[in-house]
């Protein structure tokens, strides 16, 4: 049994996604390779050699491979899918965009945000936005999963020592063409990586006063910010900041979440966190239940004497 | 042209569902159900497509139980001009559905398949992708702009860390997200209208489609629940407990 994870990079590094997706693959009980398909990947492909556990690295390079385009990506991953039992991709954007293409072309049921690896074939996976947990059991032949990063720990960058074979790359599909891309300037630590989050909701009143309020917080504990779909739909976050079912699932040492109310579509991006502080004005706020510590107060006073005494 | 867009009765949003006590499933007896949300802004971006002018035709399709006509209706109050119901009481699973959605596509040939990103009920975020990919067309998932012009569809996808672009070659499939659009009220006489608009009725094995189940559901549990946490009187406590009680910071 062999299992290939898909990495995920940006050409020169390896995003720490793919750390915790070889965990998983390691525990489907079997030998690790991992694909990096890109433009100029070479380093990308060096790092993935030194990850700890893994024996193998495919590399495929060709233009068309150069942003992730699904269509292409899948083909790549199609063109050696025949080898291997458990194919894994971290449950990110780019995960999700293509595993469920490869399943299908595979012809193979595909499992979503696999939180823990029961045996080679049985995993468990919130549904219900994280509000029950399925044991699932696959009777495929290959089983394609996506992995929540959350749920396995990161295996470590170096200490490995894979050999790195080179592929050819899967012709262009010809179908999609990649535009541009606008990526958010963020010298903050990556949000589903960051071990403190501070988060704001609709309470933020506005974008002003989310970063006037909430930095100096997030800068005293070198945390990542995040915010509610509320604060992100009335403009005062960027979309991608959206901490949720529907946004990014975080797991942080300690999540902070200022006027936030605690919707369960929210409470589904961050209830595995380690230690959750909720500050809210509102004594009903649903937020309350699952924080460890609550403190009703209103945020723009409680705040700035939280960052006062840090 | 004519677009397709699916469309799935689950669970209202607001609902917080139990999982049953023996463990087979949740609980969706007598529980309001709804047309998932990711759905609805399918549908909203499909008929301002033919509001601009782009598109001829939108027809709304389900899979699933007879029950699910009603959210083939409230599709067409929206503004889709007739409905399709897979009916089938078996547990459909996404590969499945995006059989069934192919053997439409190869009837119904639409330039444009718009679909939800994914279900709130199995979270799957997988039948799009599985569409395009039978079908052989190009995808534009998790969209947050669509602009249709020269046989292209320009997807404007939400991705981590920003925003990215890619240009499909019609047909295409796009799948959306939340802030693709606001979906319109649907009003009394909109649904009235809805009423008397064409819903045809299929089963899979007229399509030629084998739906069995890939993936068995072993069991079903409530997540671990967080012990209760406490009050804190003022900041100054709270940062004492952070501190010598969580060790967090």
């Known amino acids: ?310 | 042209m004519k677009v397709l867009v699916p469309v799935k009765r689950v669970v209202d949003y607001n609902v917080k569902v139990r999982v049953k006590s023996d463990g087979t499933g949740v609980d969706i007896a007598n529980v309001k159900m709804s047309m998932n949300p990711f759905d609805e802004i399918a549908i909203e971006e499909a008929v301002r497509l033919k509001e601009k002018g782009v598109v001829t035709e939108v027809i709304a399709v389900s899979c699933g139980v007879t029950q699910c006509q009603e959210t083939l209706r409230t599709a067409m109050a929206i503004g889709a001009d007739r409905a399709i119901l897979v009916e089938t009481d078996a547990d459909l699973q996404p590969l499945a559905v995006a059989k069934l959605l192919k053997a439409l596509v190869d009837k119904e040939q639409p330039g444009l398949v718009i679909l939800g990103k994914q279900a709130i009920d199995d979270d799957c975020n997988q039948t799009g992708q599985m569409l395009a990919a039978l079908t052989g067309m190009p995808q534009g998932t998790f969209a947050s702009k669509v602009e249709v012009a020269d046989g292209v569809a320009a997807v404007t996808r939400e991705v981590d860390g920003g925003l990215e672009v890619v240009k499909l070659t019609l047909p295409a499939v796009v799948t959306t997200d939340l802030r693709l659009n606001e979906p319109r009220y649907v009003t009394l006489p909109n649904i009235m209208k809805a009423k008397k608009k064409q819903l045809d009725i299929v089963k899979p094995a007229d399509l030629g489609v084998d739906v069995a189940p890939r993936i068995k559901t072993l069991k079903v549990e409530e997540p671990p629940k967080r012990s209760a946490g406490i009050k804190v009187a003022d900041v100054a406590t709270l940062v004492d407990k952070l501190k010598n009680e969580a060790k967090v910071i």
């Open chain 1, 1 to 310: 049994m062999t299992a290939l994870v898909i990495a995920e990079h940006d050409n020169a590094s390896i995003k720490g996604a793919t750390l915790n997706t070889v965990t998983a693959a390691l525990a489907c009980g079997a030998d690790v390779h991992v694909l990096v398909a890109g433009h100029n990947a070479a380093a990308a492909a060096a790092a993935a050699s030194q990850i700890a556990g893994v024996s193998k690295v495919l590399h495929a390079d060709a233009a068309q491979l150069a942003d992730g385009l699904a269509e292409n990506l899948a083909a790549q991953v199609l063109a050696v899918a025949g080898g291997y039992s458990h194919i894994l991709f971290p449950s990110t954007a780019s995960g999700k965009n293509v595993a469920p293409r490869v399943a299908a072309l595979l012809d193979v049921a595909q499992l979503s945000d696999v939180t823990k690896v029961i045996s080679a074939d049985t995993f468990e996976r919130p549904i219900y936005a994280g509000n029950a947990i399925a044991t699932v059991q696959s009777a495929d032949a290959t089983k394609v999963l996506t992995v929540r990063t959350t749920g396995f720990d990161a295996a470590a960058a170096s200490g490995g020592s894979a050999a790195v074979e080179t592929l050819a790359a899967a012709a262009d599909s010809g179908r999609s063409v990649f535009g541009s891309r606008e990526i958010a300037k963020n010298d903050r630590p990556e949000l589903t990586a960051a071990k403190i989050i501070v988060s704001g909701g609709r309470a933020m009143g506005s974008n002003e006063k989310f970063m006037e309020v909430l930095t100096p917080l997030a800068d005293k504990l070198g945390a990542a910010l995040g915010a509610s779909r509320a604060a992100v739909d009335a403009g005062y976050a960027p979309n991608d900041w959206q901490v949720g079912q529907t946004g990014k699932i975080v797991a942080p040492q300690l999540y902070i979440a200022c006027g936030i109310s605690g919707a369960i579509q929210h409470l589904a991006g961050m209830k595995d966190s380690k230690v959750i502080v909720a500050i809210n004005k509102d004594a009903e706020a649903p937020i309350f239940s699952v924080a460890d510590y609550s403190l009703e107060a209103d945020l723009f006073a409680a705040v700035p004497e939280l960052v006062n005494s840090l």
